[in-house]
């Protein structure tokens, strides 16, 4: 599933996003999220984002806005706890229910060095700083 997308790129540092197309909060974070995939994709950062769209359609309006250089995958959670069920030995910890987008660096050794719910690309200063890190490690 999902958390083994996550796994498979054991070894190298990953940023990694849950969202969903319809969030406002999600749309406004998204395109900081994409530059920070182009800046740091030279370097190795493997980026993964797991949408929650049950519409595969949202999704793809959605997407065709930007010009992403990754996968986008999906990700239905059906059930409160089902996003830390997947994710949690990585250390990743959702709200519940959870209603935010969450953006992570995971580390080289599989671990999240942080997390954040941002809103507005508010925290792209500090989610550049912890990927820039976890590339020096």
Known sequence: GAAAMVE???G???????YASTCTLSRALFPTFVALSGEYA???LATLTFSTDDCAKDLELFLADYD??????????RNDGDLTAAFGEMGLVFSSPWTKPLVAV???????????SP????DAPEIRDVITMELGK
Not at 12 to 18: A, E, S
Not at 68 to 77: D, I, M
């Open 8 to 10: 498979a790129h054991e």
């Open 12 to 18: 190298t540092v990953r940023l990694v996003m849950f």
């Open 42 to 44: 030279p370097q190795e």
């Open 68 to 77: 992403v250089t990754f996968t986008p995958a999906v990700f239905l959670p």
């Open 106 to 116: 995971v580390g080289r050794d599989g671990l999240a060095a942080r997390q954040w």
């Open 119 to 122: 809103t507005f690309g508010t």
